[in-house]
């Protein structure tokens, strides 16, 4: 795996450019993530890698290409100080896991092997043995977490018919 | 402790006597609002899910505004898919060319937002609608799909900051120098997870599309949304449009708010936010001479018809200095009809500037104005992030309807009172 580390406010504008919205499939908008920012991207991501922003990451548009251009790429979750409220809703709903951990960002740079436990919240740097805990969830979403997205989750509940 | 304005509308959408910050509910929704960019993914959604009615088809809104009239071919299968959905599900709301605007110009203009409402739209300048007393926000995709199949979404209670207006405008300064002047001060996420709330003596003084305006660009400070109390212009605003009944909100006296802002608007000067945040903010005085090739007055910032009078205040009788493109575009049909009785549009015309159908094009590098290699604009919309209008190397400017026009004027960032 990986480590793509970025700064802070990495707006959905850069993560999927608007000009790819005309074709919201996965396959597209994986082709295209981080583009404007990140030229190598798209063409080097894996499954499994991971992203690190910094604070207010995917600030501005509302559109949940973001969340699904990097689940479509592959990454395995988002480790960013702060979450934009909307791609925090859209990750959620979607089943995309985002990790909120100013530590770990702090202490994880390109090139360290990390692992996540999502049950836990504890992120590991394997390269530097540091460990992080990241901020839970409550137990309304993690009931969404749970149910692979929000539209699952009111099925499941019966809310959704 | 007492509750914000925006916390007692969560309240009563939960069926709670009160709520706490951080507390999470689900509220029940009077509106739920789509464009032609979110939407095909939440009727996407909606049908993987295997969800079959709606929660009520007078209370869904769809507006296809992004990329219309059709710039390409994907653009318009993704248009047909909204079509054939509104059709299946006959939404009354369903606006397509002809009758369509600019969402969130639309939206109040037709009577479809309220005081007290609770209003979700995917798209993040939902917000707009605060300037009404309305609860409204940003969100994605699949909160539309769960919204439109179930008719209430879940929230966290945010708390608020208050932002105390005194004193009033002078020329040439307007809603967009207060927002962006905000912006500047507290940064891109001073708002985050928070409602701003805008109250104080200064308030009666400002236009309803200065408002709109205001409360429109509350995301870019992070915002969940922005909120104005309801006053007797508010009330203006809605007779003729909305019948239905409406219930205004007030913060109690004793409402607890993360943090208080003062502004006084009477010490404003036109302000512009350079790349590429619209925290990035300079005085007008501070930006004065940087050139631009292209100017752009419009969207669901400053799209509405204040915006476009003191636009063509300052175009009148002049001309579009040679070598910049002025693209004008009013926010909806009505505005452009109300423009063209007023002789705005020929004002801009007989400029050189360009007048377009109503359209988000440019605002976000669609079509209808997309920029070049290293080209500056200086632009009424809301973003100015990396590659928002054209390649990354393209340059936006952020400034109010005067200062974009005095600058098309002029062919560099230009203060109008120097015309």
């Not at chain 1, 404007?36 to 063409?43: G, L, Q």
């Not at chain 2, 009160?18 to 939407?39: A, Q, S, Y």
């Not at chain 2, 992004?66 to 993704?78: E, F, G, M, R, V």
């Not at chain 2, 891109?188 to 309803?208: Q, R, T």
């Amino acid at each position: 795996m990986k480590i793509y580390k970025y700064g802070d406010n990495v707006d959905t504008d850069v993560i999927i450019p608007a000009r790819y919205l005309n074709a919201p499939d996965e396959k597209s908008l994986a082709s295209h993530c981080m583009e404007d920012i990140d030229a190598d991207f798209a063409s080097t991501v894996e499954a499994g890698d991971i992203v690190v922003g910094g604070g207010n990451f995917g600030c501005g548009s509302s559109r949940e290409h973001a969340p699904l251009a990097l689940k479509a790429s592959g990454v395995r979750c988002v480790i960013a100080k702060s979450f934009a409220r909307i791609f925090y809703r859209n990750s959620i709903n979607i089943g995309f896991p985002i990790l909120e951990c100013p530590e770990a960002v702090d202490g994880i740079s390109a090139g360290d092997a990390v692992s996540v436990d999502f049950s836990t919240g504890v992120i590991t740097n394997k390269t530097t043995g540091a460990e992080f805990q990241a901020a839970p969830f409550p137990e309304f979403i993690n009931g969404i977490i749970e149910n692979g997205g929000l539209l699952k989750s009111l099925k499941a509940r019966g809310v959704a018919k | 402790m007492g509750m914000t304005m925006t916390q007692k509308i969560l309240a009563r959408s939960a069926g709670l006597d009160r709520v706490e910050p951080g507390r999470l509910i689900e509220g029940k929704l009077d509106l739920v609002l789509g464009n032609d960019i979110t939407t095909p993914v939440a009727i996407t959604e909606f049908n993987k899910a295997g969800l079959s009615s709606v929660f009520d088809k007078d209370k869904i809104a769809i507006v296809l505004d992004h990329s219309t009239p059709c710039k390409d071919i994907k653009s318009a299968q993704l248009c047909a898919a909204c079509r054939e959905f509104a059709g299946e599900h006959s939404i009354t709301h369903f606006y397509d060319v002809g009758r369509m605007g600019i969402e969130h110009a639309l939206v109040p203009e037709k009577g479809l937002a309220a005081p007290g409402e609770v209003i979700v739209g995917a798209d993040s300048h939902t917000c707009t609608y605060g300037a009404l007393g309305a609860f409204s926000t940003g969100v994605g995709s699949t909160d539309m799909a769960a919204g439109m199949a179930t008719g209430t979404l879940w929230f966290k209670v945010p708390s608020a900051i208050k932002v105390n207006l005194v004193g009033r405008l002078g020329k040439y300064v307007s809603g967009k120098d207060v927002i962006l002047h905000l912006i500047g001060m507290i940064g891109v996420d001073g708002a985050l997870y928070h409602s701003l709330e805008f109250v104080g003596e200064g308030v009666a003084s400002l236009e309803m599309d200065d408002r709109f305006t205001i409360c429109n660009m509350a995301i870019e400070a992070g915002g969940k949304n922005g909120i104005f109390p309801v006053d007797a212009k508010t009330i203006a605003y809605l007779k003729g449009r909305v019948d239905r009944e409406w219930q205004s909100f007030e913060a109690d006296p004793d409402a607890e708010y993360a943090r208080e802002i003062t502004i006084d608007l009477s010490a404003l000067r036109p302000t512009v936010a350079f790349p590429h945040l619209p925290s990035n903010t300079r005085t007008v005085d501070e930006a004065a001479g940087k050139p631009i090739q292209q100017v752009v007055i419009g969207s669901c910032t400053n799209g509405r018809l204040k915006d476009l009078r003191e636009a063509a205040a300052i175009l009148k009788g002049r001309k579009v200095a040679d070598g910049v493109r002025c693209i004008v575009i009013p926010a909806t049909q009505q505005i452009y009809l109300d423009a063209m009785a007023e002789g705005l549009v020929a004002d801009f015309i007989n400029a050189g500037a360009v007048v377009s159908t109503p359209t988000c094009g440019p605002c976000l590098g669609g079509h209808m104005g997309v920029l070049s290699d290293n080209e500056w604009a200086i632009s009424t919309t809301n973003r100015n992030f990396v590659g928002r209008m054209g390649p990354t190397s393209s340059m936006i400017i952020l400034a109010s309807p005067a200062v974009a026009a005095a600058s098309a004027v002029t062919g560099v960032v230009t203060d109008p009172a120097s015309l």
